[in-house]
């Protein structure tokens, strides 16, 4: 039961703060595969002879600047190709052609055969990417985030085009008494070697899972939008792949690697025999944290029989709180505290034990130096204002040790313990 417990805890704790720890002011790096298509070639169009797949290649790297934004510079690889043998055919008649000293119609059928037609494509692009599940910020599933990205780059592409016209011309002159045939048929084949440079805006939706801080696997689709009007460039490229990122992520608090490795641990206790070294590990930081505890329960019963004998006062206790982070004394609680001193003065006959402390947000050791200055702004209000030193018995701060995140911890209680 305990140790599902401190699982649990784990667990809870690292949701809570995952994603400012793996996705702020972090560098990851990429590579992604898929296929890609294309659409509405510029230029003569051999719409029956196009390839809708090929093979489209990234890599890249990320600079998470916060959970929900990332800049990235992306390389990428894709082409356009044409496989089957596409033809466009097209017939015009052209009016009194002579044949046999009689006039007639030339009918003149031209075939244009597109035998290959092969472009790659290489590029780089600059992007900007938000992540749309990071609206959720304090959401628990923390490793699945979805990025909608946009960005603009510079396209180089090197074009193979090879074609062959034929061409048939037929006319026949017929009538009285006569009958004259002309038919001429030609062919001729070339191929064209250019290279073109493109403009390119890219759109992409990706969603992303972390099998662990480090690693990050995903699907992506992307679109390519060409808006410049070059020979044989496509107005448009989509494709779809897979994606692995690398994170490279210092988990920079040592509480919480604490529960990042609890976490790995409970895991591998399952799956993996090396749990034994691990555990001896957790077994020593356990000790210390039950050293700790022992101090600290012998410190609440000192508190605790403080307090039972303040109950028996006519004045009993107070308490003073703070802001996160701060050691001044607000109006409202030195108006409170006022109101404390003056009942301290009319009933007489008190002792006072002056506690300070700190909630457990940020760095420990920051914690009890704030505790301690609470303390002393405390102890010097009460001097000012009339309280000798001889009614004071005890002052101690104790910063965070053993306290939760509520702002109630936030505070100095002061203790009458009586005469």
Not at 161 to 188: F, K, L
Request: aromatic share 10%.
């Amino acid at each position: 039961m305990a140790v599902t417990a401190v699982f649990v805890t784990a667990v809870t704790l690292h949701a809570q703060t995952y994603n400012d720890s793996v996705r702020t002011k972090t560098w990851s790096v990429y590579v992604q595969g898929g296929l890609s298509g294309y659409h509405g070639a510029r230029g003569k169009s051999f719409d029956n002879s196009r390839m809708p797949f090929s093979p489209d290649l990234s890599l890249g790297v990320k600079y998470n600047i916060k959970p929900w934004v990332r800049l990235g510079l992306n390389a990428g690889y894709t082409m356009v190709k044409s496989v089957n043998k596409g033809v466009i055919s097209e017939t015009k008649v052209i009016p009194g052609f002579q044949v046999g000293g009689y006039t007639t119609d030339l009918e003149v059928q031209t075939d244009m055969i597109q035998n290959r037609n092969d472009m790659h494509l290489a590029g780089v692009d600059l992007n900007v990417d938000f992540n749309i599940m990071d609206i959720w910020h304090n959401r628990k599933a923390q490793r699945w985030n979805l990025y909608a990205g946009l960005g603009v780059g510079y396209m180089h592409g090197w074009n193979r085009n090879t074609q062959t016209v034929a061409i048939n011309e037929t006319a026949i002159a017929e009538g009285n008494g006569y009958y004259n045939v002309y038919n001429h048929s030609s062919m001729d084949s070339w191929h064209e070697n250019s290279q073109l440079n493109l403009l390119y805006i890219p759109a992409s939706l990706s969603l992303e899972f972390d099998v662990n801080p480090w690693w990050t696997i995903g699907v992506i689709g992307q679109y390519k939008y060409l808006p410049l009007d070059e020979e044989f460039s496509p107005k448009g490229i989509y494709s779809a792949g897979l994606l692995l990122r690398y994170n490279f992520v210092r988990m920079k608090t040592n509480k919480r690697l604490y529960h990042e490795t609890v976490a790995e641990l409970r895991t591998v206790q399952e799956n993996n025999a090396e749990l034994q070294d691990k555990l001896a590990a957790v077994e020593a930081e356990k000790s210390e944290a039950d050293r700790l505890l022992d101090e600290q329960k012998r410190l609440n019963d000192t508190l605790e029989k403080d307090l039972a004998d303040c109950k028996r006062t006519k004045t009993g206790n107070h308490v003073v709180y703070f802001l996160i982070s701060d050691s001044k004394l607000s109006q409202q609680e030195q108006l409170r505290l006022d109101e404390y001193v003056e009942k301290l003065k009319s009933v007489g006959g008190y002792s006072l034990t002056i506690i300070g402390e700190a909630s457990a947000d940020g760095n420990s050791k920051a914690n009890q130096k704030l505790s301690e200055q609470r303390l002393e702004r405390v102890a010097k209000y009460l001097r000012k204002n009339g309280i000798a030193d001889t009614y004071i018995k005890i002052e101690k701060a104790i910063g965070d040790s053993e306290q939760g995140y509520d702002p109630k911890y936030r505070r100095v209680r002061i203790i009458n313990g009586g005469e």
